[in-house]
């Protein structure tokens, strides 16, 4: 079974600084691994990915994540944050059921990242 | 990119009416779209996952009766909250996987329908 963590519920930061949101997960299999970005009463929109190929991913915005296997961890970073980067985060994993006939999404608490000028 | 347009944005309504949410990917084919509730300050909250041409498979506790989906084509589903209570006020989001989808890409999501039943 697969779990996803986000360690933090809510991180703050001040405009300029660096951001690191935290993500631990748990896999029975090989997973592919996603950050999203939700602002408010927004959808989910796409940060980076993980699969399988450099451990680690840049995304857009200037986020980055690295893959740690033997941490099963998924960190997003960004060395400077932006006003416009407050908003809720979520790392999602998706990996294929037991049966192999299907991938689930499992999806992390989410942390809400706010800015301060 | 895959675009997933969801209709409406927000909806106010009487309690007992029964609402209507439409789900579209834009440029792409979709065969399997999913439904997830999201409570405020929480996660997402997968409801139902609807194939095209069949039935939707709901998740444990969601009822199907209450919330029923309709998938027809490879373009479009929709949810429909029947007769809707104060309750099931919450914030609905779809999401769907392109055709010929793999377990290692993103599913693309909607931008959500917040609905408030009086």
């Given at each position: 079974a697969q779990s996803v963590t986000q360690l933090d519920s809510h991180v703050s930061v001040s405009e300029g600084t660096p951001v690191l949101l935290r993500c631990n997960y748990s896999s029975s299999y090989s997973p592919s691994l996603f950050w999203y970005v939700q602002h408010p009463n927004k959808g989910l929109q796409l940060l980076l990915k993980y699969t399988?190929?450099?451990t680690l991913v840049k995304g857009i915005n200037g986020f980055e994540a690295e893959f740690k296997k033997s941490e099963t961890s998924f960190h997003l970073t960004k060395p400077s944050a932006h006003m416009s980067d407050a908003a809720e985060y979520f790392c999602v994993v998706s990996e294929r059921n037991s049966g192999g006939s299907n991938y689930k999404l499992t999806f992390g608490k989410g942390t809400l990242l706010t800015v301060n000028p | 990119g895959a675009v997933v347009s969801q209709h409406p944005s927000r909806v106010i309504c009487k309690s007992g009416t029964s609402v209507k949410i439409e789900c579209r990917s834009l440029d792409f084919q979709a065969t399997t779209m999913f439904w997830y509730r999201q409570f405020p300050k929480q996660s997402l909250m997968l409801m139902a996952t609807s194939n095209e041409g069949s039935k939707a498979t709901y998740e444990q506790g969601v009822e199907k009766d209450k919330f029923l989906i309709n998938?027809?084509?490879?373009?479009l589903s929709t949810l429909t909250v029947t007769s809707?209570?104060?309750?099931?006020?919450s914030f609905y989001i779809c999401s769907a996987r392109e055709k010929?989808?793999?377990?290692n890409q993103p599913q693309h999501f909607g931008d959500g329908t917040r609905l408030s039943i009086l």
């Open positions: 399988s190929a450099a | 998938h027809a084509s490879l373009t809707a209570h104060p309750e099931d006020s010929g989808w793999r377990g």
